[in-house]
């Protein structure tokens, strides 16, 4: 649908004659239907769906952002969490430069999600600097940050369950819309636009994560992989810079793995940056072009999967180290 199509519409509004129906009347007609279930087939509701490289489209971000392909996105400079006595992270650093698939890994208790936490807001750093697309991030709210364009997923699924697929995607959109309360409230014409909109790119979202058909499915309903599937979606809704994964992973069997390893590929060439928390070295030593390795909250390791794949560091941090004493039976 187009934005000359969408201005035709408010001017028939205006003018009191009966308007075409939007997105969001046809995905309701759709699920109006008595023959129909939560299944909804995309192209119902918009034909060009059919059409991936439609969906990529919709789905790139079309916000300005500061650094080019292959210039740093977010800086990491001496970063520092302490609780009480415990340092959790201590004095990491590392650069994301936008277009990277950014791996960022360690044993249980490395630190890795205190510094996911750390870079997104949910921490306050002890010590150190994070640097977002040339501005700082110290002490900035978190609907701020996301704002600013850092959206992230959890390691425990964080959905709204009662809410179908495509509301919780819709509820991402909210981050990148003008609209006051006022002017929501009173469905001014750019209020109507935004929600228009929403549910374009809500659809869209959907089908570019592979669930288009679950539309209309409450969120709790899902299969736990296409639950992290709608994860993403809603991140990715927010338009972020930066899309940070937290062990997006856990659970999955090795074929969702792969499809998920295709997922962030594609993900990446659609313009976005990624930053992926995981445990499985497998998933991240196929997707990633770069990792930073943590053991203990400090930073052992930094560089291609096959240069941190052959870092004795990395190999005792992850297998551990012989005992002596064992080393002296063994003899």
Request: hydrophobic share 40%; net charge negative.
């Amino acid at each position: 649908m187009t934005g000359d199509h969408r201005a035709d519409e408010h001017r028939a509004d205006d003018a009191g004659r009966p308007a075409d129906p939007t997105p969001a009347d046809e995905v309701q007609a759709v699920l109006a239907d008595p023959a129909s279930t939560t299944v909804v087939d995309p192209t119902d509701v918009n034909p060009d769906l059919a059409d991936p490289d439609f969906v990529a489209d919709v789905v790139a971000p079309s916000r300005d952002i500061g650094a080019k392909v292959g210039e740093p996105l977010l800086e990491v400079s001496g970063l520092t969490v302490r609780f009480g006595g415990v340092t959790a992270l201590d004095d990491v650093s590392f650069t994301i430069n936008r277009g990277d698939i950014f791996g960022l890994i360690g044993p249980n208790g490395a630190g890795k999600t205190t510094c996911f936490n750390a870079i997104t807001g949910v921490y306050e750093p002890s010590a150190g600097s994070v640097t977002f697309d040339g501005r700082p991030l110290k002490r900035v709210k978190r609907h701020e940050i996301t704002r600013r364009g850092i959206a992230r997923t959890f390691q425990n699924v964080r959905l709204f369950g009662e809410m179908t697929a495509l509301e919780n995607v819709v509820v991402g959109t909210d981050a990148r819309h003008r609209t006051s309360v006022l002017g929501a409230a009173l469905r001014l014409p750019r209020h109507q636009r935004e929600e228009r909109d929403a549910v374009d790119r809500g659809m869209a979202l959907l089908e570019f994560v592979g669930i288009g058909a679950r539309a209309a499915e409450k969120a709790r309903n899902l299969p736990y992989g296409d639950q992290r599937r709608l994860e993403i979606a809603r991140a990715l809704a927010t338009e972020p810079k930066l899309l940070c994964l937290d062990e997006p992973a856990a659970g999955f069997n090795p074929s969702e793995k792969v499809a998920l390893m295709e997922l962030i590929q594609k993900v990446r060439d659609d313009g976005f940056t990624v930053l992926l928390i995981e445990h499985d070295m497998k998933l991240v030593m196929g997707v990633t072009e770069r990792i930073v390795v943590l053991e203990f909250g400090r930073k052992i390791a930094e560089g291609t999967p096959q240069q941190v794949r052959d870092d004795p560091r990395v190999v005792a941090a992850y297998l551990g180290v012989p005992d002596e004493s064992e080393e002296h039976a063994d003899d």
